[in-house]
Structure formats: structure tokens, C-alpha cells
């Protein structure tokens, strides 16, 4: 009896494999383990985690790990990915003219036009002005209604601006009921003796007058060159809950481009696009430019920075001199990140376009006969390096039932998407595409405006759930599921990830169809485009018609919506296209350490 | 330091003396030396209405404790007990629900105070206050001693907590996230008024008067 240990390294994932290779030629396969890679994807560093998932596999095996005759391990892809974000426009607010912004309990639904004056001033009010009053967290609720009901009868009080939060209580307490917007933080700023008008939206729905220039300008009576440049507040109110919108002189809010640079693409000749254009027309070109040798950014602009920063962070990795990494893919992505309005007067967040982009550097061979000596020589058993990554996947993958030759692998990890076809003569071709689960992870971060990764990435993970009560929760797809026992009212209301039998508190007041919206549209804008990108690189003729089997293997394919995504893309293309199934009963998972040990028997 | 026995009663006595000062606001009784009462006097509530269930799904009931605003008229720390209330009320309030008073004879212990205030309201969601002021939120299916939310450190508290503890209340009426309220928290308030606690507790047992039970509390 001969056993034979299979080990892959991930990027973030080391697997193992362990096989018996029997006297008449065939494969027994005892038992397999996962752990955490240890440093960087191919340094030495990794020889920690290889050992734990030895350990692990061994003991599962019920043999200790001396026993090993042989240890093959990949060799791994030269491709290490990175990703990063840049926000390319950015709204200011030169001088207060808008506040707008979803304060939890606004009061008074309506729309009222008038000047803004102080609580304090109000005694010097005149009679047959329309007034808007606004008052400072040092008034209470009960002292604001009660001066406010004393001089309804005699000023024209159509709407107020407080800063505490408390319009409901003010509210109650009034007489006549006018629109009340609160929670405006910097109320010293809101200019006194200006007209303004002050919008409060039903439960459920947005503002409507003034998210729409016409709106403002019916109620404010501007000219039409002024409505021109009411447009950028008209667009930073869409959405909210509240707004108000102030007529200064030269009040204005901009939205400033900034420079985000040109894209330099490199390849047979010198292709230049600006950011500005959009992710869609920088794909377009990166298809057209033909075998791409590098890819860089206009110095001191965003982009440039932005790639500059990638290279810089690969050159530490990968010990070799910043000059010398290349970025050979990258996959741009649109998208919106909110972002704090300068000058705001209430916290407002504006929705600013941003671009992130995933890339991928080829670096030199990676020093995995460095990491095959050291293992051998702290285990004292042989170790190869032994093949190819995707060749390996490929053969994993053919234990998935189903399958027949030729077959493709997509392997969906995450730094980078690869596929690689293997036909009927053994042989293979192969892509390297930058952008996977780590770029999803930004764009949920960058787009939900998490302040923590670990958080965008939990969101990527699971599915989600409203608690509703402590006894039932409402599922993304609607269902309720109910409790025996109550659940901890820590969750009581919040939206919570299900991940297996736990619960991941959501702590930002995110709702939950929000949430879900943005996680499957931020897979689908980075799977799509690469999943079709590596398929045609690898398909015969570049024609995806001709690939009858397309097996999802690697981290990303154990995700709960990303394959059914394929799935139904894939199937207008009539191939057959599914989770593997590895050996029947890993799944997706363990493909390259199974292809390692297969391999033994064809490699001698 | 060399802490005995009789520099504890010694402290003790000092402290009821202090609380049992004329210009604290109660009436002048004899200490508790040799008594068996801080009040000699039980107040009889033998004749108030007796709280009902509510029906309102929208409203949140206060359970306050036996001695609150008689026998006890400040918090532990010094807040009278009238603006507390408007602050709990006025966070509830402020966030649309509907807040009704009711005191809880039958009980000192502030979580089954809140537990009976829960079951009373008509959303199921009830706020526990015990006169020196610490505070609970319980809903009305939870185990006595589980609860919503719980406010330990009664000295540590100011009106802006009362306030945020009724908007709280009110956002697990209307199923909304509640975000923590932020606290702060002082290793050395224990030490500081375990005296003076354990003494408000003692005032607030002496009231417990389980015959009449719950009764409605609002304009006492």
C-alpha cells in the first residue's frame, strides 16, 4: 500500500488530498482537509499551513503523516490579483443652500415656502410674511410649541427646521400642523432672512417637489437660468425622506469631475482611454487591444495612483523590483459609492460615481521548488512539484459525474477567474483573468458604505433575514421562518446574515432588500463579464458554442447564487454548466489536490 | 485599609442619616436604629384604579417602582424622578408609539417590573423602572430574567438616556434595528454607591404591596 498526498495552494485556501494507490493500478481516496494558506501564494511561508492540512488529513485518514510516500504539489499559477477603488466625481456644497437628508421621524408631511428666521428673532417677525422657523437643540419641545403656538395666530409660520430630534414632539403639541424636518446638526449654518422651501415626505416615499428642478423652481419662482443651476441639488435630494432647499444669491452645490486619468493599455501598440468613460468602454477596449504587456495610469491622477498603488503592493509580495511587475488584465468596474457632501449641514451623503478595478500581475515563476525542499525536509518524505494548476483542476473536475471530455474548468477563486479547456488528446488551454470574490467584496464594501471588509465579506457569504419578532424571521425570498425558543434580542429588528445555524448582526440601518440588491448585482458585474471572457479565450475559435461542458470549481462556486447566475447565462449558449461535483462528494472544493493524486498514476 | 464590621454599620448609619435628612425632603423620621422600617408608614394604593391589559398595538408600557415618586422623588444619582419619566415618555413619543404609566406594587425587582409592564402593554413591549433608576426593556414572551435591554449602572445615568431608552422602546414596537445605547461605565460605581443602592432598594421593598397589585399611575 502506497499513499500519496495531493496538496493545493490558494490564495487564500491550502487543500489536501489523501489517496491509496492500489497494486492493480487504481486510486483509493482516504480523506481530505482544508486550512487557511499561510503568507503570501507561493513563498516559503506556506509551509505552515501545507503541514496543519497534512496533519489534519492524516489523522482523518487514521495514519500518521510519515507514512506519506509522496507529497505532489502544484505548481501554482504565476498570478497574484489586487484591487482597488477610486471615486472620480465629488459634490460640494459652496454655500449652505440645500439640507436633505433621511432623519427617522420627520413630522408634518407636506411641502411650506417662507424665510428662515430664529426662534429667538421671531418676536421681531413681520406680519404677512411667511416664515420658516428654525430652533436650536437648547430649546426643548415643549418651549418651541408653545412660543410657536403663541404666535401662529399672529405670524404665518408655514414650516420648521429643528435640531434635536424631536418634530413628533413638537409636532403634537402644535395647534396648526405644519411640516417639521429635525436632526439637522449644524443649525447655526442655516442662513437666517432667506427664502427657502422645506419638503417632508409621506411615509415610504421620497421627497418629490424638490428632487425635481421643476419642482423647486415652482416653489421658490426661479427663472429658468436659475433652475439650470438647480439641477445638482435637485439630484442630491433624490431619495431622501426630507429636504429643504435655501435661495442664496450665489448658494450653489457642485458637482466637481475629478482628474481621474487615462488608462494606458500596452500591447502591441499604445491604447489611451479616458476613466471618465466607463467601465464598459474600457473592457470594450482591453478586448480589441490584442495580447496586453502592460497596463498603467496617467501619473498623479486617481488611476494613475490607483495602478501605481497595485504595482507597488505586488512588488512587496512577489520580491521582485516594482519596474519590473507588469499588469497583464485588469476587470473596471462602475460603480456608486456614497460619500460624505463637503459643507453638508446634516451628514447628507451624495452617491458619487467610482470606478474599482481588479488587476492582475504575471510575475516570474513562483519558488515552489523552494517550498517542495523545505516540506520534505522537516516531513522526511518525497515531495514533487507536479503539474500544471489548471490541468490538475481539469482532472479533479472530471470526477464530477456527468462529465465527458471536453471539458472546461472555470475556476472562480479570489484574486483571479481562470478557466482552462481540456479536450480529447489532453490538450489544454488556459486564461488567467483578473477579478473574482475579492473585487465582490470591495464593490459591497465601497457601495453599502461599510466601514469594515470583514463585514462586505460575511454579506458575500450568506444569505440574508429580517428578525422580525423574537419569534420569526422574514428570509430574503420572503418566507418566515418561526422559532421554538426566542431568538437573542440582540437581533430583535435588525437584518442578520444566516450563516448555517448563527446569526451575523447587520449593524448598519441598511434595509435588507438594499443589501441584497447590491450583493447580487455586485457578483453579477464581476462574473459575468469574466466568466464570458475567460470561456471565449479558451473556447475552440473563441466561439463558447463549441465548449459542451463548462465545471464551476474553487471557492467562489460554493456560493449560494453565483452558479445559478452562470447557470442560466450559459445555458442561452446551450452548455451544460454546473457546481462540480468532485469525486461525488466534495463538491466544488478539493478539484487541484484530486487532480494531484489522479495524476500520480498517468505521470509514472 | 483595615475594613470591620463596625466601620460598616458605622457608614451605614451615617449614609440613612443623610437620606433621612429633613432637607432631603421626607419628613423627619427617627433612623433606623432599632427599627425594622426606613418608613415606618406603608402607603396604601388600596384605592386606586388597578392597571388593564392594553389594546393599542402602538403603545409602551412604563412599569414604575413601588416607592417612585412618594417615598423616592430622585434617582440614585440625583435626577428627580418627574423629569425621567417625561423623558421616557417623550422618546416614545417622539418616535409615533403611545406611552402609559403604571406602578408595579407587586414586585421591587426591576426586570419582573418590567416583565409586568410588558404584559400589560399592548404591543407587548414594557420599560421597568426602579425608583433609584436603573431601567429595563422586556418584552412580554421573554423570561423574566432575559430582557430587551438593561441599564445596570442607574448612577451613571442622565435625562438623554431616559430619552434614548423610550425611542428604543418604541423602534422594537415598530420591529426597527435599535442601535446600542452608548454608556459609559465606571468600575468604581459599585464601591462608590453599593450603600446608598442597597438603602433605595430597602425603601422600595418596604412598599411592595402584592395584594393590590398593578395600578395605573399616569397624573398618579
Known amino acids: ?604 | 485599609m483595615n475594613i470591620n464590621e463596625e466601620l460598616v454599620r458605622r457608614i451605614t448609619e451615617a449614609v440613612v442619616k443623610q437620606i433621612q435628612s429633613p432637607k432631603e425632603g421626607q419628613s423627619g423620621r427617627p433612623a433606623v436604629t432599632g427599627g425594622e422600617r426606613i418608613n415606618a408608614e406603608k402607603t396604601s394604593y388600596a384605592s386606586y384604579p388597578r392597571a388593564k391589559k392594553g389594546t393599542d398595538p402602538k403603545e409602551v408600557v412604563i412599569g414604575v417602582g413601588p416607592a417612585f415618586q412618594k417615598e423616592i422623588t430622585k434617582t440614585i444619582c440625583g435626577i428627580r424622578l418627574e423629569e425621567v419619566l417625561d423623558n421616557l415618555k417623550a422618546g416614545i413619543e417622539e418616535e409615533g408609539m403611545v406611552p402609559r404609566v403604571v406602578k408595579v406594587l407587586k414586585t421591587s425587582d426591576v426586570c419582573f417590573m418590567a416583565l409586568e409592564a410588558a404584559k400589560l402593554s399592548g404591543s407587548g413591549i414594557g420599560i421597568g423602572i426602579q425608583s433609584k433608576g436603573t431601567t429595563v426593556i422586556h418584552q412580554k414572551d421573554l423570561y423574566p430574567l432575559s430582557n430587551l435591554e438593561l441599564f445596570p449602572q442607574a448612577p451613571l445615568m442622565t435625562l438623554e438616556v431616559y430619552r434614548k431608552i423610550g425611542q428604543n422602546a418604541a423602534k422594537y414596537v415598530k420591529g426597527e434595528p435599535v442601535t446600542p445605547i452608548a454608556s459609559t461605565n465606571d468600575p468604581m460605581v459599585r464601591a462608590k454607591y453599593q450603600v446608598k443602592a442597597a438603602l433605595l432598594h430597602i425603601i422600595e421593598t418596604e412598599q411592595v404591596d402584592e395584594q393590590t397589585g398593578i395600578i395605573e399611575w399616569e397624573g398618579k
Do not use: W
Request: glycine share 10%.
Open chain 1, 1 to 604: 500500500m502506497r499513499l500519496i498526498a495531493g496538496v493545493d495552494i490558494g490564495n487564500s485556501t491550502t487543500e489536501v488530498c489523501v489517496g491509496e494507490a492500489a497494486g492493480d493500478g487504481r486510486i483509493r481516496f482516504l480523506s481530505e482537509a482544508s486550512r487557511r494558506t499561510t503568507g503570501t501564494k507561493g513563498t516559503e511561508a506556506n509551509v505552515h499551513g501545507i503541514k496543519a492540512a497534512l496533519d489534519d488529513a492524516m489523522s482523518r485518514a487514521g495514519y500518521p503523516v510519515s507514512d506519506l510516500e509522496l507529497i505532489r504539489i502544484n505548481e501554482a499559477a504565476p498570478v497574484i490579483g489586487d484591487t482597488a477603488m477610486e471615486t472620480i466625481t465629488q459634490t460640494v456644497i459652496t454655500e449652505s443652500s440645500m439640507i436633505g437628508h433621511n432623519p427617522s421621524t420627520p413630522a408634518g408631511a407636506g411641502q411650506a415656502v417662507g424665510y428662515l428666521i430664529s426662534l429667538e428673532h421671531l418676536m421681531q417677525g413681520q406680519q404677512g410674511t411667511p416664515y420658516i422657523v428654525t430652533a436650536s437643540a437648547k430649546h426643548g419641545y415643549e418651549e418651541v410649541a408653545g412660543e410657536i403656538n403663541r404666535l401662529q395666530g399672529v405670524l404665518q409660520i408655514e414650516g420648521m427646521i429643528l435640531q434635536a430630534d424631536e418634530a413628533v414632539l413638537v409636532e403634537n403639541r402644535l395647534n396648526k400642523k405644519i411640516p417639521i424636518l429635525d436632526e439637522v446638526r449644524e443649525i447655526g449654518m442655516v442662513p437666517e432672512g432667506k427664502l427657502a422651501a422645506i419638503e417632508v415626505a409621506l411615509p415610504g416615499q421620497p421627497v418629490r417637489m424638490l428632487s425635481n428642478p421643476y419642482g423647486i423652481a415652482t416653489l421658490l419662482e426661479l427663472t429658468p437660468e436659475e433652475t439650470q443651476t438647480v439641477i445638482p441639488i435637485a439630484k442630491s435630494l433624490i431619495g431622501k425622506q426630507s429636504a429643504v432647499v435655501i435661495k442664496t444669491p450665489h448658494g450653489n452645490v457642485q458637482e466637481n469631475k475629478l482628474p481621474a486619468g487615462k488608462l494606458f493599455i500596452k500591447s502591441d501598440r499604445r491604447h489611451v482611454i479616458d476613466i471618465d468613460e466607463g467601465a464598459d468602454r474600457i473592457m470594450e477596449l482591453l478586448k480589441t487591444a490584442g495580447a496586453v504587456t502592460d497596463i498603467d495610469g496617467e501619473p498623479d491622477t486617481n488611476v494613475g495612483n490607483m495602478l501605481s498603488g497595485i504595482k507597488k503592493g505586488m512588488a512587496k509580495v512577489s520580491h521582485e523590483p516594482e519596474k519590473e511587475i507588469r499588469i497583464t488584465d485588469i476587470l473596471a468596474v462602475d460603480t456608486l459609492a456614497p460619500v460624505e457632501v463637503g459643507g453638508a449641514l446634516a451628514g447628507e451623503t451624495c452617491m458619487e460615481k467610482a470606478v474599482g478595478i481588479a488587476a492582475m500581475v504575471k510575475t516570474q515563476k513562483l519558488p515552489m521548488q523552494q517550498i517542495a525542499s523545505r516540506l520534505s525536509q522537516e516531513l522526511g518524505v518525497a515531495v514533487k512539484v507536479a503539474g500544471v494548476e489548471a490541468v490538475m483542476a481539469s482532472l479533479g473536475a472530471l470526477t464530477t459525474p456527468g462529465t465527458k471530455l471536453p471539458l472546461a474548468i472555470l475556476d472562480m477563486g479570489g484574486g483571479s477567474t481562470d478557466a482552462a479547456l481540456i479536450d480529447e488528446n489532453g490538450s489544454i488551454r488556459m486564461t488567467h483573468q483578473a477579478g473574482a470574490g475579492e473585487l465582490v467584496t470591495m464593490l459591497i464594501g465601497t457601495e453599502l458604505g461599510l466601514s469594515e471588509r470583514a463585514v462586505a465579506e460575511q454579506i458575500k457569504r450568506y444569505p440574508l433575514a429580517k428578525v422580525e419578532s423574537l419569534y420569526h424571521i422574514r428570509m430574503e425570498n420572503g418566507l418566515m421562518r418561526f422559532f421554538e425558543e426566542a431568538v437573542d434580542p440582540r437581533y430583535f429588528g435588525h437584518v442578520v446574515l444566516l450563516a448555517g445555524d448563527e446569526m451575523i448582526r447587520i449593524d448598519e440601518g441598511i434595509p435588507m432588500e438594499k443589501i441584497a440588491a447590491v450583493r447580487r448585482e455586485a457578483k453579477r458585474k464581476v462574473f459575468m463579464p469574466n466568466a464570458m471572457r475567460a470561456l471565449s479565450k479558451v473556447a475552440p475559435g473563441g466561439e463558447l458554442r463549441r465548449i459542451p461542458n463548462v465545471v464551476l470549481v474553487g471557492g467562489c462556486a460554493e456560493d449560494f447564487e453565483i452558479p445559478e447566475m452562470l447557470m442560466e447565462s450559459l445555458a442561452d449558449y446551450q452548455i451544460v454548466c454546473g457546481r462540480g461535483n468532485i469525486r461525488k462528494t466534495q463538491g466544488p472544493r478539493n478539484a487541484v489536490a484530486t487532480g494531484l493524486v489522479l495524476s500520480h498514476l498517468g505521470g509514472n
